[in-house]
T-cell receptor
Framework: QQKVQQSPESLTVSEGAMASLNCTFS??????FRWYRQHSAKGLEVLVS????GEKEEGRFTAHLNRANLHVSLHIREPQPSDSAVYLC?????????FGDGTQLVVKP | AQTIHQWPVAEIKAVGSPLSLGCTIK??????LYWYWQATGGTLQQLFY??????VESVVQLNLSASRPKDDQFILSTEKLLLSHSGFYLC?????????????FGEGSRLIVV
């Protein structure tokens, strides 16, 4: 079964500094990946979807996928305090979506 | 525009009591529907999914059941709550066909079982 692990568990950055989050997965046949954000135990919002190796940018959010290394990352450019939330990596494997445990991001003014 | 509405927003229930959580999707015909559960501090887990009215598939057994009585409605229920049912329940929808399965989530229902 797919295992999705995220690191770091928590991250604090200053407003305007780049934030980088990591996600590793175990099933190399997975073919689509998403990053979601969850504010204070509310519903999730999708940030960026990526389906092939390389980079995908959606506004200030950029995902990098390297399937050979079983790794997908999220980079947040110029983070703001309103970006403070839990960020979840989601990996689609055999038509099921597996989530990581999340990274708690705090952006300090 | 599509909207997804969950109810109730929060509930405190006694062990052994029944539960019903609801989810309605407007603005999208025949969506795939999902129930997810998140224990406090835990990983989001898929519980059920449904691709059409009357059809529900169970993914994880938690002594819960789900039903899809209408195209736009998904219900999660149990006749007897356990303490372990406490957590945050999220309903989501995705397109029936299309590039992958982006999930669009509702605001969630928080359940505390005492």
């Amino acid at each position: 079964q797919q295992k999705v692990q995220q690191s770091p568990e928590s991250l604090t950055v200053s407003e305007g500094a780049m934030a980088s989050l990591n996600c590793t997965f175990s099933d190399g046949t997975s073919n689509n990946f998403r990053w979601y954000r969850q504010h204070s135990a509310k519903g999730l919002e999708v940030l960026v979807s990526i389906f092939s190796d390389g980079e995908k940018e959606e506004g200030r959010f950029t995902a990098h996928l390297n399937r050979a290394n079983l790794h997908v990352s999220l980079h947040i450019r110029e983070p703001q305090p309103s970006d403070s939330a839990v960020y979840l990596c989601a990996v689609n494997s055999n038509n099921r979506i597996f989530f990581g445990d999340g990274t708690q991001l705090v952006v300090k003014p | 525009a599509q909207t997804i509405h969950q109810w109730p927003v929060a509930e405190i229930k006694a062990v052994g009591s029944p539960l019903s959580l609801g989810c309605t999707i407007k603005g999208k015909s025949s969506p795939n529907l999902y129930w997810y559960w998140q224990a406090t501090g835990g990983t989001l887990q898929q519980l059920f999914y449904s691709i059409t009215v009357g059809q529900v598939e169970s993914v994880v057994q938690l002594n819960l059941s789900a039903s899809r009585p209408k195209d736009d409605q998904f219900i999660l229920s149990t006749e007897k709550l356990l303490l372990s049912h406490s957590g945050f329940y999220l309903c989501a929808w995705s397109l029936r066909v299309g590039p992958g399965n982006t999930l669009y989530f509702g605001e969630g229902s928080r359940l505390i079982v005492v």
